[in-house]
C-alpha cells in the first residue's frame, strides 16, 4: 500500500487546513486510515484515526477543533483542523492498517503569524 498525502502549508493561527490521503496499491481491506504528527524533538503521535465501519479515535487536543472522515470507496481519508494553533505545527503522516501497518511520507503543516 502506498500512501499519497497532500494539503499541509503554512497557516495562520486560528486558520484552518485540511488534508487528504489517498492510499493505492491496496490489495486488502483498509480496516484503519487516519494521521499522526511529530513535532520537532517530540515522539509521533495519535491525531485521529478512523475504522471502515467509521468508529473514529482522536487524540484530547484535537478533538472538536480536528475532524477525520473518509471515503472508503475512493481509499481515501480527511482530516478537516480548524482553530489552528502554533502548537498544532509538526509533520503530519498518514497511517493505514490492513494486515500491517503503513505510513505516508508526511505533509508538513506550519501554524505561525
Known amino acids: 500500500v502506498q500512501l499519497q498525502a497532500s494539503g499541509g502549508g503554512l497557516v495562520q493561527p486560528g486558520g484552518s487546513l485540511r488534508l487528504s490521503c489517498v492510499a493505492s496499491?491496496?490489495?486488502?481491506?483498509?480496516?484503519?486510515m487516519g494521521w499522526y504528527r511529530q513535532a520537532p524533538g517530540r515522539l509521533r503521535e495519535l491525531v485521529a484515526t478512523?475504522?471502515?465501519?467509521?468508529?473514529?479515535n482522536y487524540r484530547d487536543s484535537g478533538e472538536g477543533r480536528f475532524t477525520i472522515s473518509r471515503d472508503n470507496a475512493k481509499n481515501t481519508v480527511y482530516l478537516q483542523m480548524n482553530s489552528l494553533v502554533p502548537e498544532d505545527t509538526a509533520v503530519y503522516y498518514c497511517?493505514?492498517?490492513?494486515?500491517?501497518?503503513?505510513w505516508g511520507q508526511g505533509t508538513l503543516v506550519t501554524v505561525s503569524s
Open positions: 497511517y493505514a492498517y490492513t494486515v500491517r501497518s503503513f
Open positions: 478512523m475504522t471502515s465501519d467509521g468508529s473514529t
Open positions: 496499491g491496496v490489495m486488502f481491506r483498509i480496516r484503519v
